[in-house]
């Protein structure tokens, strides 16, 4: 089982940018998707962005397009979501996720989660 260490979260104004990574240890990404959920207070978890490790194929919530880009580091086995022109509604707590059974837009087909990474984004 593969270990998600989430980091580069933080405190930014409304317009800003933020790097988040999604570092995996125990062993590689595999040939499966790598998504980035996000959940704000007494909100479900919702889905961001994904990628496929192997193909290099790329998802995205509509809420996001334009804004926020996914990219994967194979040599770091890493996985990014850059975050440009943040709203105050993109306040939430960011999770990687990864090893999915269905749909890769769906939290209920992953089995391995980070611990997440709080991303508040002041007006």
């Known amino acids: 089982q593969v270990q998600l260490v989430e980091s580069g979260g933080g405190l930014v104004q409304a317009g800003g940018s933020l790097r988040l990574s999604c570092a995996a240890s125990?062993?590689?990404?595999?040939?499966?998707?790598v998504a980035w959920f996000r959940q704000a207070p007494g909100k479900e978890r919702k889905f961001v962005a994904s990628?496929?490790?192997?193909?290099?194929?790329?998802y995205y919530a509509d809420s996001v397009k334009d804004r926020f880009t996914i990219s994967r580091d194979n040599a770091k086995n890493t996985v990014f979501l850059q975050m440009n022109s943040l709203k105050p509604e993109d306040t939430a707590v960011y999770y990687c996720?990864?090893?999915?059974?269905?749909?890769?837009?769906?939290?209920?087909?992953?089995?391995?989660w980070g611990q997440g990474t709080q991303v508040t984004v002041s007006s």
């Open positions: 990628v496929h490790w192997t193909s290099g194929t790329t």
């Open positions: 125990g062993r590689a990404f595999g040939n499966s998707f």
């Open positions: 996720a990864t090893t999915v059974y269905g749909s890769p837009q769906h939290a209920v087909g992953y089995r391995d």
